[in-house]
């Protein structure tokens, strides 16, 4: 099982709330929303699960700010907006499990990730597309197949950037263990 010490998931956890921030508030069209690779890390790093409702708390936070301050569109504001808690719960449920299997940098860490990603990513668009097309009151009736016919639409950009931000992670990851073998050994 990977664990941090408890002064760098406090720098972790900073480290994550500030990309959220940076790239959530979407303000800039360059930086792509990084809050579903945010809540898998945060599930990964973090062991306290109060950090769990410190970045649900954020990311409502930063979305509320977006809308009223900066003036972005609240069109994805609507009673599905909750069903945000129990998607994200997903990435970061799928980042704990993943924490207890991770075994350092084998190729075989590296297939229960990519399991492990496609599958909170996948569990997590279900929830929230779905959530979004039954109640956010924007589609009259969507059958069955118009849903798939969407989410094999949407799906894949999802995933595209959620796998951007996670692969930049691998590699910190990476480079960090190294440094410290390094210096260890030194």
């Known amino acids: 099982m990977f664990e941090l010490s408890h002064k760098n998931q406090w720098l972790v956890g900073g480290i994550l709330l500030l990309v959220m921030l940076a790239t959530r508030v979407h303000v800039s069209d360059h930086l792509l929303d990084a809050s579903w690779a945010v809540f898998f890390l945060a599930g990964f790093y ?15 936070a930063i979305d509320y700010v977006a809308v009223n301050q900066f003036g972005v569109s609240d069109f994805c504001l609507s ?4 069903a945000l808690v129990p998607a994200y719960g997903a990435l970061f449920v ?3 499990w993943f924490a207890g ?5 084998t190729f075989a860490s590296l297939g229960k990730l990519i399991i492990t990603v496609m599958a909170g990513f996948a ?5 929230s597309s779905g959530s979004f097309y039954a109640l956010s009151g924007t589609f009259a009736e969507v059958t069955w ?3 798939g016919a969407q989410l094999l639409k949407y799906s894949p950009h999802g995933l595209y ?11 910190l990851h990476i480079a960090v263990r190294q440094i410290k073998q390094v210096n260890t050994t030194v």
């Open 101 to 105: 299997q991770y075994q350092g940098e």
């Open 79 to 82: 009673p599905a907006y909750w």
């Open 123 to 127: 569990v997590s668009e279900v929830i």
């Open 94 to 96: 799928s980042g704990r």
């Open 161 to 171: 950037i959620m796998s951007l931000y996670l692969s930049t992670a691998v590699l």
């Open 145 to 147: 197949g118009e849903f």
């Open 46 to 60: 973090l062991r306290n699960t109060v950090s769990f409702g410190v970045f649900m708390a954020t990311a409502m």
